[in-house]
Structure formats: C-alpha cells, structure tokens
C-alpha cells in the first residue's frame, strides 16, 4: 500500500461547517478507506467523522492535509482534494 498525503486549501466560503462538512465526511465515508485530516499542528482526526471534522474549526482560506494509506488513496485524495476546493456555499 502507499500513503498519500496532501495539502489543500479551502474553498467553502464559510469553510468546514455543517454542509460542506457533512458532504466531505460523506465522500470519506463512500469511498471507504480510512482517511485523516488536520489543520496546522492539530492532530489528525479521522475524517468520516463529523463531529471531528467540525471540531478542528476549518474556515475557508485555512490550509488542511489529508493522509490516506491504501491500495486507490491516490484516487481518493484527488476526489476530496475535488471536494474540498469546491465552494460548496456559493
């Protein structure tokens, strides 16, 4: 397997909050392998999870990296990479 890891920038105008964040941690869920983000020095948190997610206080701008480690975590990281830049509030 190989791990993957990336660093992207928030696009949602308002950042993680309740809809974009639920629609991210449903793609981590629908693509089925386990994924972790953080932001800054926090430490990374499971990203299925939205309460975890909400908790690292994501606002947009904010640089966030995500790390997956499995056989497709490349295709992976590139859909949430997709979702993450997406304004999902415009």
């Known amino acids: ?3 993957v890891t990336r660093t992207v920038r928030v696009g949602s105008a308002h ?3 309740a809809r974009p964040a639920k629609l991210f941690v449903q793609a981590v869920k629908d693509a089925g392998i386990p994924v972790t983000i ?3 020095a926090s430490a990374p948190v499971d990203a299925s ?3 975890g997610v909400i908790a690292l ?7 966030v990296t995500l ?3 499995a056989a497709r975590a490349a ?4 859909a949430l990479t997709e979702n993450l830049t997406t ?3 415009a």
């Open 75 to 78: 295709d992976v990281i590139d």
């Open 1 to 3: 397997m190989t791990q």
């Open 49 to 51: 999870s939205i309460l």
């Open 38 to 40: 953080s932001k800054g």
């Open 67 to 69: 790390t997956a480690d």
């Open 15 to 17: 950042g993680l909050h």
């Open 57 to 63: 206080g994501i606002e947009h701008g904010d640089y």
């Open 87 to 89: 304004d999902h509030d």
